[in-house]
């Protein structure tokens, strides 16, 4: 088969703006509570967009680690994408759960979660994530694999659970956004899409958007 050839024809659902909430947050709660429900694989996967100094995009998948007034995920803020976020603060997000035929992208920008955040997100984990966070040089070129499974003998022996520490390059980021835009799959490829933009005066303004 061509790649040119594969096709699925949506069906599953349809997305009115009357029914989707005011606030593109809660209605991703909504969205995502559903997600959860149907067992989608790892619903909080989610692809971020950032740009490089030379105005380059970059992109690839974390996961969602919590909502409050924006979206959070946690990083090494010496790797790639924490460089590029500290240089522009810019992000696109986007999730896309095919076992609804569901799509949701956010746009806006980032700011660090708060140490006591970033230390409470950081000893809720298992502690070989913790030591991961301070074996790998997470974007740095490395000379092999070995080197990565000797650091971290090493510091299985410096580290106890009840002695480790959060990194100081470690940490979260939350995304405040200021566009989403809600995409149901359709037949004939007529999707739905209903499109958010935060206005100056704080509210969000709602419309439908051609497929």
Excluded: C
């Excluded at 590029?84 to 956010?106: D, K, M, S």
């Amino acid at each position: 088969m061509k790649i040119s050839d594969i096709r699925i024809e949506y069906s599953l659902k349809s997305l009115t703006i009357n029914e989707v909430l005011d606030d593109p947050l809660q209605q991703f709660e909504v969205w995502f509570t559903e997600a959860l429900a149907s067992e989608v694989m790892e619903p909080n996967a989610m692809n971020i967009a950032t740009i490089r100094p030379d105005g380059t995009p970059n992109s690839r998948i974390v996961l969602l680690k919590g909502i409050d007034k924006g979206l959070i995920f946690f990083t090494n803020y010496e790797s790639s994408k924490g460089k590029e976020l500290e240089y522009n603060p810019n992000i696109a997000v986007t999730f896309f759960w095919p076992e609804l035929e569901r799509q949701v992208r956010f746009s806006g920008k980032v700011e660090k979660v708060s140490e006591k955040d970033s230390d409470e997100y950081f000893f809720s984990r298992p502690f070989s994530s913790q030591i991961g966070a301070w074996v790998s040089p997470q974007s740095s070129e490395i000379e092999s694999r070995e080197f990565l499974e000797e650091r971290e003998k090493q510091l299985r022996k410096d580290f106890t659970p009840e002695t480790i520490s959060r990194p100081d390059h470690w940490g979260g980021y939350r995304v405040i956004i200021s566009k989403a835009e809600f995409w149901q799959g359709r037949p004939s490829r007529l999707h739905d899409r209903i499109y958010y933009e935060l206005l100056v005066e704080g509210n969000w303004q709602k419309s439908r958007i051609a497929p």
